[in-house]
């Protein structure tokens, strides 16, 4: 790595050679120029020349690259576009802002592809057809607002670039990719993951309080904070950033924070979470594909869900930047030779073939309000907008006489966050949480209760089976996941414990393959007598073998928390469902199963001779009570084994 002169830049864009600049810190800019090329696959990324020798590579993963998971999209052909890089120099970041171009852009004919009205009936059918019939918690669904562009494409990304540098503050990454007829330019502001010598860290960012006029107060932050709404998708993308972080490391992954982000015209809340890995960085990279936060959960149905309701192909929208960057330490036997800084391309503008393009969406929830949601869209393209000096920018922010020490009168106003009174409404935020997630999971004594033990864990299209696997083998079991379309029945014949997981859907609909196929697993563990444990969706399909009728709730408990009754004991858990068994209430048993229900007749567990189920989600960080209440269900479930 070299320095360079800021007027290198304009020499970049004058000979149309491909190239990226990177803001990462508050004083320099990293500039990136070499070759492109496109790839078809993560796997191919490369990441070595032809003689073994390291390479750092830049690379462009458009949101079509799900196929890699099996999952749905709208194909557009989005290249996987690698920048692999033969210089990387640093420019000194006010030099160069110096030097860049800042003559505004002019805008034609601009305006969302997708009418508010039209946005706001999309919201409505998301929230009644998807939510509401048990399809997931939470769907992220964009628009996009777009305009012509006269001005030449490197000159715009420059000019863009440099109004990000000067008006954007608190972003992960600042930057301008230009390969050719493709411009991005953005300030992003979430790491959707990194690896660093080993250390996985993905930082899941929700919730967006867009600062009034005048910049934000405590008062209104604090309003912000104590949002139900806010609150629960926060938690419901940290569960799924779980399920991508108990895949690809090897201890789980450990949950820090809630933070806040900070930035010039919005604060967002967010965790830290972070994990140990041997993995490639491509491998964790595919893994991870892509945010909650603009995708939805769970994952897979979040995909087809958006394939569904967006009327256009995504690009490269909730996509990301991924450098990979060689290792300069000794690479020990097993280790990747490469690490990756990847965040997640939103609050991104895009430019090619003369048209302007701002891809924005709304994290869709049962509370969701339509015409709400149409305004959380145009909030976050006006301030990309504003941000690149497209429109008028916002009002700057006043200095908070509130938070200034008196004895220093011209020092910078304090992070809204050091007021003692937001960091602990914010700090309050885990006292709901479970413990499991949040403390270093060092290892059971002995092993564990159930040291030795096998496990089979079902997949049905909700990775909570990654987490809810990490919790088995912390208790001692040897657990490995298999997916519902996979698994053979002498593998489900040939395991001790057979643990029937979550996933979409309304469990009345014996029509699709994947629901058939839950309940052929269910009911054939029953017949052979051998330990069960069924979980969310499997759970009801159990309760129906019983007998027990199913309906949709009146609401959907798509992340919520309740203190419900188990057995006896109280438990405080995570719930991400949509229907529910339910029977008269004051009934306890029905045919040789133990009922444990509320009030109104909801059944949240049953157990019997060789199984045992549960209707919440143990494995959330909303499950407070969730590994005791593991730990005592395997047992029920493991009574004939141990006999």
Not at 251 to 261: F, S, Y
Not at 279 to 289: F, K, N, Q, V
Not at 636 to 641: E, F, G, I, K, R
Request: hydrophobic residues 40%; aromatic residues 6%; glycine residues 10%.
């Amino acid at each position: 790595m070299t320095d360079a002169g800021p007027a290198d830049l304009i020499d970049l864009a004058a000979r149309g050679v491909p190239f990226a600049l990177i803001a990462r810190d508050a004083g320099s800019i990293e500039v990136l120029t070499g070759d492109v090329v496109d790839v078809e696959l993560l796997g191919d990324i490369p990441l070595h020349d032809a003689a073994g020798a390291p390479l750092e590579v830049l690379a462009l993963v458009p949101f079509r690259q799900v196929r890699e998971r099996g999952f749905e999209c709208h194909d557009d052909g989005a290249p996987l576009r690698c920048l692999i890089v033969r210089e990387h120099r640093v420019v000194d970041r006010e030099a160069a802002i110096a030097e860049l171009p800042s003559a505004p852009v002019p805008l034609a004919d601009p305006g969302f592809d997708i009418a508010d009205e039209e946005y706001a009936d999309i919201v409505r059918r998301v929230i009644a057809d998807e939510i509401g019939l048990g399809e997931g918690a939470n769907f992220v669904i964009r628009r996009d607002f777009t305009a012509g562009v006269t001005t030449d494409a490197a000159t715009a990304a420059l000019t863009w670039f440099r109004a990000l540098l000067e008006g954007e503050r608190g972003a992960y990454w600042t930057f301008a990719i230009v390969t050719g007829d493709h411009v991005a330019v953005g300030a992003s502001p979430e790491a959707h993951v990194s690896a660093r010598d080993g250390v996985v860290t993905m930082n899941p960012i929700s919730g967006t309080f867009r600062h009034p006029a005048g910049g934000a107060t405590i008062e209104t932050l604090t309003e912000f904070l104590e949002s139900t709404k806010e609150t629960e998708e926060l938690f419901m993308v940290v569960d799924e950033e779980l399920k991508m972080m108990s895949a690809v490391c090897s201890d789980g992954g450990r949950i820090t924070g809630p933070h806040l982000k900070e930035m010039s015209r919005l604060t967002h809340t967010e965790y830290v979470l972070r994990g140990r890995s041997r993995l490639d960085p491509r491998e964790i990279l595919r893994e991870t594909m892509f945010a909650p936060t603009v995708t939805g959960s769970p994952m897979q149905n979040a995909c087809t869900v958006i394939t569904r309701h967006e009327r256009s192909p995504r690009g490269y929208y909730s996509g990301v930047a991924a450098l990979f960057t060689p290792r300069t330490d000794a690479i020990l036997a097993g280790e990747s030779t490469h690490d990756l800084d990847a965040p997640i391309l939103i609050r991104t503008a895009y430019l090619q073939d003369g048209r302007l393009r701002v891809p924005v969406g709304a994290t869709l929830v049962r509370h969701s309000d339509p015409y709400g949601e149409v305004s959380e869209t145009h909030g976050k393209a006006a301030g990309v907008l504003g941000a690149i000096g497209a429109v008028p920018r916002d009002r700057p922010l006043e200095v908070r006489a509130d938070v200034i020490d008196e004895d220093a009168p011209t020092a910078d106003p304090l992070p809204l966050a050091d007021d003692p009174g937001i960091a602990a409404l914010l700090a309050s935020r885990n006292e709901r949480l479970a413990s499991f997630w949040l403390n270093p999971q060092h290892a059971l004594a002995g092993g564990g209760p159930f040291h030795g033990r096998s496990a089979v864990v079902v997949d049905a299209e909700d990775r909570f089976t990654t987490m809810l696997a990490h919790q088995l083998r912390h208790l001692g079991l040897n657990a490995r996941i298999i997916p519902w379309s996979a698994v053979t029945d002498d593998e489900i014949d040939a395991a001790e414990l057979v643990v029937a997981g979550p996933g979409p859907g309304d469990p009345r609909d014996p029509g699709t393959p994947r629901m058939r196929r839950m309940r052929e697993v269910v009911t054939h563990r029953r017949a052979t007598g051998r330990p069960l444990l069924a979980v969310c969706l499997s759970h009801q399909i159990l309760a129906d073998g019983f007998g027990i009728a199913l309906a949709p709730l009146d609401a959907p408990h798509q992340g919520l928390q309740k203190t419900v009754d188990v057995f006896g004991q109280s438990a405080s858990i995570g719930f991400y469902n949509t229907f529910t068994a339910r029977v008269e209430p004051g009934t306890t048993a029905v045919g040789d199963a133990e009922v444990s229900a509320d009030a109104d007749g909801d059944v949240y567990a049953l157990r019997g001779p060789g199984f045992a189920s549960i209707q919440g989600h143990l494995e959330s960080i909303l499950s407070r009570d969730g590994m005791s209440t593991l730990e005592r269900l395997v047992a029920s479930a493991l009574v004939p084994v141990q006999a």
